[in-house]
């Protein structure tokens, strides 16, 4: 019987990949590549095969998809920042069978879900960004699922997370859950981007304080309440894909029954106007 061994909620700039190249952003993401490397490292200490991500930058306008393939391999550049993340190497194997079993339990239960097997359809960067770190501590089968979700409701989501976690207990997987995205997202205009110093900084002081009560609220295990004011969050503070990668990762977890009380891995961080964390869900 397979489980849900850890969960987190993990930033990926693509500074995080500057952060590692010449040029005045590096070393500047450190702190947060660290994150992503101690969750990997307490995920194989768990046992994970698997890491299933839900991306908020795979787009979808239609139904739910995942990525499904059983080798994930190539060069990858970014439509968005072509600038920041190009010819970017990876290779993972993947589960096919944990993906197509999501898949169905999520279409079982109303929210109409497609598994892909497709060489062409590339990961996106909220899985890649996540996986270039954590690969060097564990490696683990990579399941993608698409989060940005523009006609699509948080209940929806949280039936595609309960989805997850049925079939993640039906397999033989051990698995790290992953909501891939930030907390508010409300990116710098482009006129005012250079002269607030963008890269570093948030655009929006009540976005700030917002995404730090929220994260109050998570460390002291408020999540019931942090449910009720999900849909405003993501709405008023523009998070990532409308959140729903965040919707996913509680539907798996109990929605509001669950009460872990959250480790902050990463230090709260502005970056090109969001906010931006790694946060371990204990399960």
């Known amino acids: 019987m397979g489980e849900i061994v850890l969960a987190a909620k993990m930033t990926h700039v693509p500074t995080m990949l500057m952060s590692e190249q010449e040029g005045p952003i590096k070393g500047k993401r450190q702190a947060a590549i660290d ?112 989060a940005w979700c523009t006609v699509h409701g948080h209940d929806e989501s949280r039936v595609v997370g309960e989805a997850i976690r049925a079939a993640v207990e039906a397999s033989d997987s051990k698995v790290l859950l992953v909501a891939s995205g930030s907390l508010s997202h409300k990116i710098w205009a482009n006129k005012d981007y250079a002269a607030n110093n963008g890269t570093f900084t948030i655009s929006s002081e009540f976005n700030r304080q ?33 959140m729903h990668d965040t919707a996913m990762l509680y539907g798996a977890l109990g929605w509001d029954k669950y009460d872990g009380k ?13 906010g931006q964390t790694n946060v371990i869900f204990p399960v």
């Open 35 to 146: 994150g992503h490397r101690e969750i990997a490292r307490r995920a194989k200490a768990l046992g994970a095969d698997t890491v299933v991500i839900c991306d908020t930058h795979w787009v979808i306008n239609a139904g739910f998809h995942i990525n499904a393939n059983s080798r994930f391999e190539g060069l990858f550049t970014s439509n968005e920042f072509p600038q920041f993340i190009q010819d970017l190497p990876y290779g993972y194997d993947g589960n096919p069978e944990l993906g197509d079993a999501i898949a169905k339990a999520a279409s079982d239960r109303g929210a109409f879900t497609l598994s892909h097997h497709l060489d062409s359809l590339e990961l996106e960067y909220g899985t890649l960004v996540p996986m270039r770190f954590m690969s060097r501590e564990h490696e683990m089968k990579v399941v993608s699922i698409a």
């Open 210 to 242: 917002m995404d730090l009560h929220v994260l109050d609220m998570w460390k002291r295990g408020d999540h019931a309440t942090f449910l009720k004011m999900l849909g405003d969050y993501a709405q008023f503070c523009c998070g990532e894909g409308s």
């Open 262 to 274: 959250c480790e902050v891995v990463t230090e709260y961080f502005p970056s090109s106007g969001t």
